[in-house]
């Protein structure tokens, strides 16, 4: 389901948006810092402090996540069904230790986020689809001008 471009876009990102629906049906969107993919169909996602996402996720499953390069305006949106595992769980002890890793002792987490990817959709910024002419090059340079980040 995901592809070598999509592992990539995860593996690079520095945020993912997690969009989850709440008990009167509205979505909630929060941002995710320890997160990696787990092969090509599966998310996992360090719950650090997210007692909303995972209300949400236990009564409504349906997620959607996003993943964008803030350079390069480019990423991919992802959907899938979501499940909790915790501390005890077998599901836990499998899937946290990647995502251990990239914590640290600086983020404890008890619980993880497991979302079995359902769709993959590539996501640009509509520079890209108003104005064919577009090179990523330029919008890379563009956003490192607005940023104030200077390429290595």
Known sequence: MMNDAVLQCVQQSVLTWLATIDENGFPNVSPKEIF???GAR???IANIASPG???NILARPEVCLSFVNIFSQKGFKIKGTATV???GDGAFSTFSPPLAELAG???PFSSLFVIEV?????IMAPSYLLFPETQESVQIASAMRTYGVQPL
Not at 118 to 122: I, M, T
């Open 36 to 38: 990696c993919a787990s």
């Open 42 to 44: 599966l998310l996992l």
């Open 53 to 55: 996402s995972m209300r």
């Open 85 to 87: 595992a915790q501390v």
């Open 105 to 107: 002792q600086r983020f």
């Open 118 to 122: 359902r769709s993959v959709v590539p």
